[in-house]
């Protein structure tokens, strides 16, 4: 499809985060819960499950508000970070420094996320769209604060546990 206005735009981009929701909640958030052996870990993660799920939602109305039917865009950009976060998983043993690997996979993803919300709210602004702003920046407002706890847990306890381990 040859993209031909902001619309257009704005729809591509609003298909590719409602892939990316999608994809977060069946699987790949699930599965970053899985891996994490840090409680804390876990837990921030499994909130940001329970946020990400309203994020479907949220898209939902923004599609309909927009006037555009709520369909998914394959997302290779999501589906390459997935498949780093995995890669991480298989390749380091159950661990501080996989729990360390795991929040820069989670905060790769929260920065696109970001960027991508980001613009959806600016081009809905410029599109008119007044009543799916706020939806869209709540969602930012949410990720941002995700990408936040996981920097959190990172410096206040992950990064030092994972250099103390088999420090060499």
Avoid: W
């Avoid at 994020?55 to 390459?80: C, Q, S, W």
């Avoid at 989670?106 to 602004?125: C, D, K, M, P, W």
């Avoid at 706020?134 to 995700?146: G, H, R, S, V, Y």
């Amino acid at each position: 499809m040859k993209v031909k206005s902001l619309r257009d735009l704005f729809g591509i981009e609003l298909c590719y985060a409602y892939d990316c929701e999608q994809k977060l909640v069946k699987k790949g958030l699930p599965e970053m819960i899985e891996s994490a052996s840090s409680q804390q870990l876990r837990s921030a993660l499994q909130q940001h499950l329970e946020e990400t799920r309203t994020h479907v939602t949220r898209l939902d109305r923004v599609f309909a508000a927009a006037g555009m039917e709520p369909n998914t865009k394959g997302n290779d950009i999501l589906d390459k970070m997935m498949s780093a976060a995995k890669d991480s998983v298989s390749h380091i043993d159950n661990s501080p420094l996989r729990d360390a690997a795991l929040i820069v996979n989670g905060n790769h993803v929260e920065h696109y996320e970001i960027a991508t919300y980001g613009s959806l709210a600016a081009f809905a602004r410029a599109l008119g769209f007044t009543d799916v702003v706020p939806l869209l920046e709540q969602t930012l407002t949410e990720e941002k604060a995700a990408d936040a706890k996981l920097t959190e847990i990172a410096e206040t306890v992950m990064n030092t546990q994972a250099a103390s381990q088999h420090a060499g």
